[in-house]
């Protein structure tokens, strides 16, 4: 027996023969589901894990599969439907359960271009015609050079050569027959030196030696790199799967068209092989025969579902009938499948290797799984040693850890009480005496004695103590390969690894509120380095799945975290520790992302470990859940490009904004397309106004870069801020240094901060970012606010810094509380410092006209406020802005109160009667924005006219309200009362932030008022009339002859009835309208007429 993977490769003969090869096809096929798993644990052709059915015919002949089903409910048995291929007896086929709707699946591959070929090609100093467009199919390329691939001079491995050349045009035009049939491209790349391709216009791939994201057409690559297909190499790929196949390649026409540049001048050689190959669905043959070097990737079809526990997976035929099922049970996990032994026919047996896409002759049948022991104690802390009984079940035995391993037959075996004498982790499991079962999971506690949380949450890490500390492996230590000097590159601390390992979560209160599985990581950049590391703890569904728990106070809407961080403080670790958290939580209320905050304790494998702040993770998961955008429907870029989707609307961001002219009238509105702008002006603000040395490559390259859209038509890009730990001065810097210009102008110039230079040179955009950076110097950064926040955090951590000090203090962390006070209290001293030449450099910068104090004032005290630019702050009140950029004043009236007039000393600002005003600020400037009361200046009135009250008021309403009291009784919200009951009415007008009442006006017209119109009707008729109390009523029409014609109930109704009721299929006649009350009966006359 062997695996089928499907990703077959056929020669030409071969496939011209398929139709004639005669298969033995079972009548009554034998298809099994033979192992599986819906905990993930197979990675696909794209790299993502997930579900798994593998599928085994057992019958001796062959079987189309497209003949049959697969399904996770029984009730819906043609969920999904095989591919169009045959399964070989014998043979096993593995299902990806992903859950993807368009799992399209290759029978066979072919080649679209192959190197070859013959190609156009351009080369020479300057670009072709038209080349906006040269990548694009239908473009021109009759007057290029014609020739065989690959092209290129030197080495003597080029069928066209060519005279050294910095870069070469390549094009390669193919015919698609049908691009449903293609399920899959693949691209190769062998050059010499660097690459960009395109397939119709669409970039698909480059090499990474370009010095920016859009190189002209004949700049160099920064370094060389070599082919390698003429030494027997296998070049470069990329595999692009159905939906983005989709949307490169279109039935007829395409272009491949491939940009190949030299390393230099003085390049001695230059090489040019691409080759695109493709995954076809059905078992047509229409292209060319595939090059023998090429390895298919192992592509396996995808089901339309993804599998869970307490399922049945079901096999059916076209008719519908069962042909194998198997229910999941709940206690399969990544690493425990359940599998048939032998393949196909044998009994259901738990696998503890599981083995997806393999025969499972190799496993071990395990009849199930041991059942946990039973702890009776608790995890938490306790203040002297503690006993803990375990229960083992029946015909089992219990062993036990303390360092985080999880138990096996070798630990020391549980034969009584286990005495915890100080803080330690217990890690308890049990094996089965008896039959072949698996052992059963491992139950974790945490005690902790004799300590405390200061009330703060606890995180009770615990994993094997190798995956910490063993020499090669562990992800704690320096491991083999460290250098010599900080910050240790090459160290196990900067390798990319993850651990399985298990975690208790503690609230501050002490409670226990999760436990789960996961993978750990080490997180951060130098700060790897310090004694104390970062962790990244990442909550796979593989494992437990999500987090399902509010882990930052300040963000309790946040409730289900994918993954995390436990960060050590960065670089302000060995000083304030909260650097970050100040930085992060200043920015509440403003337009940036930024990650939530929440300090803890931490505990590895029982150890004490110290302080840290729980951090969100800038990824697609923050997105969806800070901003409810589906991660999957994102784009998230970092400094190197993109982390999810692509970086294609960046890079052409770049190109329109910083190609539009600053002067052109609809700059703003242009950029305004391409970046959130609330969100760009104050994440520019706070990073230049903190002064963040690891940013913007100010001083080293490129860093701390992140930002996002979501992936749709009209979204705009938005910046993340993090790591502000080198900010406000951290080793060496000081308040003097202008970080705009530095933003403007880094020593290491990328394309954030060439849009960030141009874009200031921009008027409208110029004073948008002043006023906005006054406003949250005025505000945000002012020493009151600064210092309440920097105090709230301080206080959090005060009480657990001792602990904290006296665990870290000889291994760089702060020698002191004392030490760690001043690091807190340096912080707020810069920031008061900072103020001043913020402003100067905002002036500097920005070629403003100097700074003018601002007075603002409401008159009389507590009758308006005043918004001023972004902020609204309380009056009277004082700030600096600059001249040169007009402010804006939005007065703002309290309730009872109406606007009036400003009153102001500068000479140059608009109409001092319009609420809303702009103001030049040639000097110091005082406003003062004056309100009446209401009461003084709208009076509202009720006008009677004929069977009618309405309302009026004195001055323009902007959006007024009404409410009508009849009696006291509200009978109407609308401008005007029909037909009025005799009585007393009262009238509340409201608007704006005025509320008027009228004076009582009295009806007495002697009757009830009901009002038919028209009459004679038509086909309408309009019944008005008010009911001054709720009453329960009945309205009726009645012919000439006393018969019942139409009729509708009313409960409790009260107030204005005006309804126009449908009376175009009664007869043309004369009709009575009954109203009925519990206490009075109400009738009136119309006629009917065509």
Not at 77 to 86: H, I, M, R, S, V
Not at 178 to 186: G, W
Not at 654 to 671: D, W, Y
Request: net charge negative; aromatic share 14%.
């Amino acid at each position: 027996m062997h695996k089928t993977s499907f990703s077959l490769k056929f020669s030409t003969k071969q496939l011209a023969l398929w139709g004639m090869v005669l298969f033995a096809v079972s009548a009554h096929a034998q298809l099994a589901v033979n192992e599986f798993n819906s905990k993930r644990g197979f990675t696909d052709e794209t790299g993502e894990d997930v579900d798994w059915i593998e599928v085994f015919n057992y019958a001796t002949d062959s079987v189309f599969l497209a003949d049959y089903f697969l399904s996770d409910n029984p009730d819906n048995l043609d969920k999904w439907q095989f591919p169009n291929t045959y399964l070989g007896s014998q043979e096993l086929i593995t299902i990806c359960a992903s859950g993807k709707e368009n799992g399209a699946f290759p029978s066979h591959w072919e080649a679209l271009v192959v190197a070859e070929n013959i190609w156009k090609y351009w080369t020479g100093s300057s670009p072709p015609p038209n080349y906006n467009d040269w990548n694009q199919s239908g473009y021109n390329d009759q007057n290029w050079n014609s020739g065989q691939g690959g092209i290129g001079y030197g080495d003597n491995d080029d069928n066209t050569t060519i005279a050294a050349t910095p870069s070469i045009l390549m094009r390669k035009e193919f015919q698609i027959v049908d691009v449903l049939d293609i399920t899959h491209l693949l691209f190769h790349a062998d050059y010499d030196d660097g690459f960009i391709a395109y397939l119709n216009g669409v970039e698909i791939m480059r090499s990474d030696n370009f010095a920016n994201s859009s190189p002209s057409y004949n700049e160099f690559t920064t370094y060389d790199k070599e082919a390698v297909m003429y030494d027997g190499g296998i070049p470069e790929s990329q595999l692009f799967d159905t939906d983005e196949v989709q949307n490169l390649l279109q039935s007829g026409t395409n272009v491949l068209a491939v940009r190949v540049h030299n390393a230099s001048a003085n390049s001695s050689d230059m090489s040019s092989n691409f080759f695109l190959s493709a995954g076809i669905a059905s078992m047509n043959i229409n292209y060319q025969s595939l090059p023998t070097w090429i390895q298919t990737p192992l592509v396996l079809p995808h089901a339309d579902f993804k599998l869970s526990h307490g399922e049945t997976i079901c096999i059916s035929d076209s008719n519908e009938i069962i042909v194998d099922s198997v229910y999941i049970p709940y206690d399969i996990t990544r690493s425990i499948s359940r599998g048939r032994l032998p393949d196909g026919t044998g009994n259901w047996c738990y696998f503890n290797a599981p083995s997806p896409n393999e025969s499972n002759s190799q496993n071990t049948c395990y009849s199930g799984i041991t059942e946990t022991p039973v702890l009776d104690l608790a995890s938490g802390w306790y203040s002297a040693a503690q006993q803990v009984a375990v229960t083992t079940p029946n015909n089992a035995t219990s062993y036990y850890t303390t360092n985080g391993d999880v138990p096996d037959r070798n630990d020391t075996e549980v034969n009584g009480p286990i005495v915890i004498y100080n803080t330690s982790v217990l890690s308890v499991r049990t094996f089965s005496d008896v039959g072949q079962k698996l052992p059963s999971a491992v139950v974790d506690r945490t005690y902790i004695i004799d300590e405390d949380n200061h009330g703060l949450p606890v995180v009770s890490i615990i994993t094997t103590e190798n995956h910490l500390w063993d020499w090669n492996s562990g992800i704690y230590v320096m491991g083999p390969n460290a250098s010599a000097s900080y910050p240790y590159f090459g160290s196990n601390f900067w390798e990319p690894w993850s651990r399985n390992s298990r975690m208790e979560f503690f609230d501050g209160t002490k409670t226990k509120q999760f436990d789960a599985v996961f993978d750990l990581e080490i997180h951060g950049g130098w700060s790897r380095a310090e004694p104390q590391k970062s962790f990244r703890i990442d909550a796979k569904s593989k494992y437990t799945g999500d987090i399902e728990y509010s882990l930052i106070s300040r963000k309790p809407e946040i409730t289900s975290y994918n993954n995390f961080n436990l960060r050590n403080g960065g670089q302000h670790g060995i000083f304030s520790r909260i650097q970050d958290a100040i930085m992060s939580r200043l920015a509440d209320g403003t337009h940036i992302d930024r990650m939530g905050y929440q300090a803890c304790i931490v505990y590895l494998n029982g150890t004490y470990w110290g302080l840290y702040g729980i951090r969100e993770k800038f990824d697609e998961h923050y997105v969806e859940s800070n901003h409810g955008v589906d991660k999957d429907e994102i784009q998230l870029l970092n400094r190197e490009g993109a982390l999810v989707g692509d970086d294609s609307h960046f890079l052409e961001s770049h190109q329109i904004i910083t190609s539009t002219s600053t002067s052109a009238p609809n700059f703003v509105e242009v950029l305004s397309t391409r970046f959130d702008l609330e969100n760009y002006i104050d994440y520019f603000v706070f990073e230049t106004y903190i002064q963040n040395r690891d940013w913007m490559g100010i001083d080293w390259e490129l860093n701390n870069i992140k930002l996002w859209r979501q992936d749709t038509l009209g979204a705009t890009w938005r910046y993340m801020m993090y790591d502000t730990d080198f900010a406000f001065g951290l080793y060496g810097g000081n308040i003097y240094q202008n970080y705009i210009d530095k933003a403007r102008n880094p020593s290491y110039p990328n394309q954030h901060s060439q849009i960030f230079d141009h874009i200031l040179d921009n008027a409208d955009f110029r004073c948008r970012f002043a006023n906005r950076y006054d406003d949250l110097i005025n505000t945000t950064f002012q020493v009151d606010r600064f210092n309440a926040v920097t105090d709230e955090l301080k206080s959090e951590l005060a009480p657990a810094i001792p602990d904290h000090v006296a665990n870290w203090s000889s291994q760089m962390g702060p020698n002191s509380y004392s030490y760690w006070l001043n690091a807190v209290n340096g912080i707020k001293s810069y920031n008061s410092a900072r103020i001043a030449t913020a402003r100067q450099h905002l002036n500097q910068s920005l070629s403003l006209q100097g700074q003018r104090a601002v007075d603002l004032a409401a008159y009389p005290l507590n009758s308006g406020h005043i918004q001023l630019n972004s902020i609204t702050p309380e009056l009277p009140w004082d700030g600096i802005y600059h001249g040169g950029c007009p402010i804006t004043a939005q007065a703002i009236p309290s309730f009872g109160f109406i606007f009036s007039h400003w009153y102001s000393n500068a000479t140059d600002y608009n109409n001092a009667l319009q609420d809303s005003i702009n103001v030049v600020l040639a000097a110091n400037t005082t406003l003062v924005a004056h309100f009446d009361s209401c009461k003084n200046v709208v009076e509202g009135t009720i006008q009677q006219e004929e069977r009618m009250l309405k309302a009026a008021v004195s001055i323009a309403a902007t959006d007024p309200t009404y409410e009508w009291f009849y009696n006291g009784i509200l009978v109407s919200t609308d401008s005007v009362i029909y037909n009025p009951l005799d009585g007393n009415y009262r009238l509340t007008i409201r608007f704006d932030s005025c509320e008027i009442q009228s004076e009582v006006a009295s009806v007495n017209n002697g009757e009830y008022g009901i009002h038919l119109f028209p009459n004679p009707a038509v086909d309408a008729l309009t019944v008005q009339f008010l009911m001054g109390q709720p009453e329960n009523m009945t309205l009726a029409i009645y012919n000439t002859a006393g018969q019942l014609v139409w009729e509708s109930n009313y409960t409790n109704f009260v107030g204005q009835f005006n309804t126009a009721l449908d009376v175009s299929t009664f007869a043309r006649d004369l009709y009575f309208l009954r109203i009925t009350t519990p206490t009075k009966t109400y009738a009136r006359k119309f006629i009917l007429i065509d």
